[in-house]
T-cell receptor, first 114, second 117 residues
Framework: DTGVSQDPRHKITKRGQNVTFRCDPI?????LYWYRQTLGQGPEFLTYFQNEAQLEKSRLLSDRFSAERPKGSFSTLEIQRTEQGDSAMYLCASSRRVGNYGYTFGSGTRLTVV | AQKVTQAQTEISVVEKEDVTLDCVYE???????LFWYKQPPSGELVFLIRRNSFDEQNEISGRYSWNFQKSTSSFNFTITASQVVDSAVYFCALSAPDQGGSEKLVFGKGTKLTVNP
């Protein structure tokens, strides 16, 4: 169990640029989540995958955001035409079972849009 | 709709003091799960406890204890004899079964605990 890995840890980008983040969940976990955390707030749910299927998306996930999980393994979160309001910590989590057992978070990717 | 309220934004204590972090939740579901997570400065969320709605027994783990009261919709967290290493932001979270099956977590805004030597 190597934990949930996220890459990069930090990303600084200019407004209007596209960025992509990667999440590698724990290998046997079929459930994968993306959350966003802004300064002084708790994490907020963005989207959920079960295997390769994206089953739920939050209203926070505007058209500029897209997430994929090809073959049910790693996942990517892309933000197009970044805005300053996108600056946040993006957290990935994975789990294996229902009932919220074994819900493990990665260390996050901190995005700064300048 | 589900909601978690952590009314204490910041708490500062001196080492060895006991401290209680409050959490009040709202949900219409009869089956739900409550969690506490610790977020140190490094950023990762560290799982502390999971409690289901049918288990109101209080739990103790070392210096940590949790008091779950359905009557007041509260799930409070107490650290006994606090230590500097306990300094972090602590989040209370709620999850309930939903149609999408995601079991996503709804977090409070967190309480920043500072333990001074």
């Amino acid at each position: 169990d190597t934990g949930v890995s996220q890459d990069p840890r930090h990303k600084i980008t200019k407004r209007g640029q596209n960025v992509t983040f990667r999440c590698d969940p724990i290998s046997e976990h079929n459930r994968l989540y993306w959350y966003r955390q802004t300064l002084g707030q708790g994490p907020e749910f963005l989207t959920y995958f079960q295997n390769e299927a994206q089953l739920e998306k939050s209203r926070l996930l505007s058209d500029r955001f897209s997430a994929e999980r090809p073959k049910g393994s790693f996942s990517t979160l892309e933000i197009q035409r970044t805005e300053q309001g996108d600056s946040a910590m993006y957290l990935c989590a994975s789990s294996r079972r229902v009932g919220n057992y074994g819900y493990t978070f990665g260390s996050g990717t901190r995005l700064t849009v300048v | 709709a589900q909601k978690v309220t952590q009314a204490q934004t910041e708490i500062s204590v001196v080492e060895k003091e006991d401290v209680t972090l409050d959490c009040v939740y709202e949900t219409r579901d009869t089956t739900y799960y409550l969690f506490w997570y610790k977020q140190p400065p490094s950023g990762e969320l560290v799982f502390l406890i999971r409690r289901n709605s049918f288990d109101e027994q209080n739990e103790i783990s070392g210096r940590y204890s949790w008091n779950f009261q359905k009557s007041t919709s509260s799930f409070n967290f107490t650290i006994t004899a606090s230590q500097v290493v306990d300094s972090a932001v602590y989040f209370c979270a709620l999850s309930a079964p939903d149609q999408g099956g995601s079991e996503k977590l709804v977090f409070g805004k967190g309480t920043k605990l500072t333990v001074n030597p």
